[in-house]
């Protein structure tokens, strides 16, 4: 029989809801409504050891303690750089507690590993090439609160992303030497721990194709931003697989499984990270065969500047700016509307410093009269997609959700 929980349980998780409702609440509603649109999250805390964790992190939004996970309002993405205090937080399972950098080892195994290997950080760092590189990290589940009919799961709204700098060696030249001819999949595994305490079970163990292993972008990274990386992004050693979910780059990393098969660790079966293979209606019961794993992501764009809910004088210039990016490659176009969709204009669009590096985008408007506006924007990228205006296909598990990104503005009489 599973455990009821206690009242003091009961009691906490109530003052948790309470203080994200009344902190962040109105940004659970879809993006088109106002309220969300003027919504101004600011960090909601609860008294849990966890959440020292964020103590560096002002400003993000909690959205759960157990486990920890917060998100980064979309105008503190404003850097192009995005810095440690200012990345969202996803956890799955407990954190490990020792994390020395001196003492962890990276073991290379698996049913199609020709020859088994184990490295130290530092091994690594002598035997192969280290390189730097700006790489977007996003959550599948980004933009998860605006779907209809709502899905369970962490309510995301636009802050599960950003794209700091990322140090460490190719997975590929790790591979390379290792990898048998009837590879199929790179999964890892992790030091932290299930939530339930049993150690038995892991909170997360995921995986990515050997033919995006063996790309030059993916990275087994030990530093962000020019420093160790942060305990809790998955110091001392994590892997970077730009371009897919977030949860294909496992923090804590402890092993590499080379696969004759797709991994089947914990969250690559079922429905974790997985859409259905064809469109389904809204509210759709999907069957766990008819899911697909979720690749390359989607086209995207997010406004950092300024912040939803300015209010400015008639005729006064706006100055706006943000980020774009895709799994599918570069962006070509970044289009602002300011006339919900009438018309558009193209912005000033920056380069990106690497593959799977967000570009900037600027541009200046200046609103036609007193009253409300949204500005609207639209990221086209090099495949040829377009952001979509609406949430894009309901999936049960809340994922891929690209929509355009709008904020609020106030033009005074």
Not at 207 to 230: Q, T, W, Y
Request: proline letters at 8%; glycine letters at 10%; aromatic letters at 6%.
């Amino acid at each position: 029989m599973k455990a009821s929980k206690t009242p003091q349980a009961l009691s906490r998780r109530a003052a948790l809801r309470k203080g994200l409702a009344v902190a962040g609440g109105a940004a659970l509603l879809p993006s088109g409504l106002g309220a969300l649109l003027w919504a101004r999250p600011e960090t909601a805390r609860a008294a849990a050891p966890t959440i020292d964790l964020l103590k560096d992190k002002p400003g993000l939004r909690l959205l759960g303690d157990r486990p920890l996970n917060a998100e980064t309002p979309a105008h503190l993405l404003n850097d192009f750089v995005t810095p440690a205090s200012k990345l969202f937080v996803r956890n799955n399972g407990v954190p490990p507690v020792n994390t020395d950098p001196g003492n962890w080892m990276l073991e290379i195994t698996g049913e199609a590993c020709e020859r088994p290997q184990r490295f130290s950080i530092d091994e690594l760092k002598a035997r192969f090439e280290v390189v730097t590189r700006h790489l977007v990290l996003e959550c599948g589940g980004n933009g998860r609160s605006e779907f209809r009919p709502r899905v369970s799961g962490n309510q995301w709204t636009t802050g599960a992303v950003g794209c700091p700098l990322w140090t460490g060696v190719r997975l590929a030249d790790v591979l390379k030497a290792v990898v048998a001819p009837n590879a199929v999949y790179v999964g890892y595994e992790s030091a932290d721990t299930h939530l339930s305490g049993d150690p038995k079970k892991q909170p997360i163990s995921r995986g990515i194709p050997i033919e995006k292993a063996l790309e030059d972008d993916c990275l087994l990274a030990f530093e962000m931003n020019g420093a160790p990386i942060p305990d809790v992004h998955g110091a001392p050693l994590r892997l970077i697989a730009p371009g897919y979910p977030g949860s294909a780059s496992g923090k804590w990393l402890t092993t590499l499984l080379i696969r004759d098969r797709i991994h089947d660790g914990a969250k690559m079966t079922g429905s974790s990270y997985r859409v259905p293979c064809e469109p389904v209606a809204p509210g759709t019961k999907v069957p766990d065969e008819a899911m697909c794993i979720i690749e390359a992501m989607p086209v995207k764009s997010l406004i950092t500047a300024p912040r939803s809910g300015l209010s400015l004088e008639a005729g006064e210039p706006l100055s706006l700016s943000g980020h774009a990016w895709s799994g599918a490659g570069a962006i070509t176009e970044v289009a602002l509307s300011t006339d919900f969709g009438a018309s558009w204009q193209t912005a000033r669009l920056g380069a990106a410093e690497n593959r799977f590096g967000w570009q900037r985008f600027e541009h200046t408007v200046t609103l036609p009269g007193p009253g409300y506006y949204e500005i609207w924007a639209r990221a086209t990228d090099e495949a040829g997609a377009t952001q979509p205006m609406l949430v894009p296909g309901w999936n049960p598990k809340g994922y891929l959700n690209n929509a355009a990104h709008r904020i609020a503005v106030q033009v005074l009489a």
